[in-house]
C-alpha cells in the first residue's frame, strides 16, 4: 500500500475583523504546510495588519504562494465563485457562512465554516 499527500490546490482564508492576526494564522499555517498556496481577504474593516502580513509573508515564500486580497464586500463573492479556486476556509457569521457555502456548492469546493456561536444559538431558538 502506497499512500500519497497530495495537495489540494489554491486556497482561500477569509478573516473577520476582530482578532485578525491570530485568525489569519490559523488559515496561513496549515494551508502553507500542506502544501496550498493561499490567498488571505481579510474585512474590509480590518486595520492594516493582515496587509502587512502578507507584505511580510511574501519576502519568504516563491511568487504566487502567499496574498492578500484586499476590497468591499464584492470581493468574498467573486472568490467563494471563482472556479479556480480549490478550498475556502471562512470565520464569520453564520448568515455569511450560509451565503459562502452556497456559493462554494457551485464549484463543488472544499469549505470550512467557522461560525458564530451567538447567532448559532439564536438561530436554533428561534
Known sequence: VVVRYVP???TV???????PVMLACGKIAPSLLTGNPIILKPSPFTPYCNLKLAELGMRFFPPG???????????????????????????GSTATGKKVMESASKTLKRVTLELSVNQLLQIGHG
Do not use: E, M, R
Request: proline share 8%; charged share 10%; glycine share 14%.
Open 65 to 91: 504562494v502567499f496574498q492578500a486580497l484586499s476590497g468591499d464586500d464584492h470581493l468574498g463573492p467573486w472568490c467563494t465563485a471563482h472556479p479556480g479556486i480549490d478550498k475556502i476556509s471562512f470565520t
Open 13 to 19: 482564508g477569509i478573516v473577520p475583523w476582530n482578532y
Open 8 to 10: 489540494l490546490g489554491i
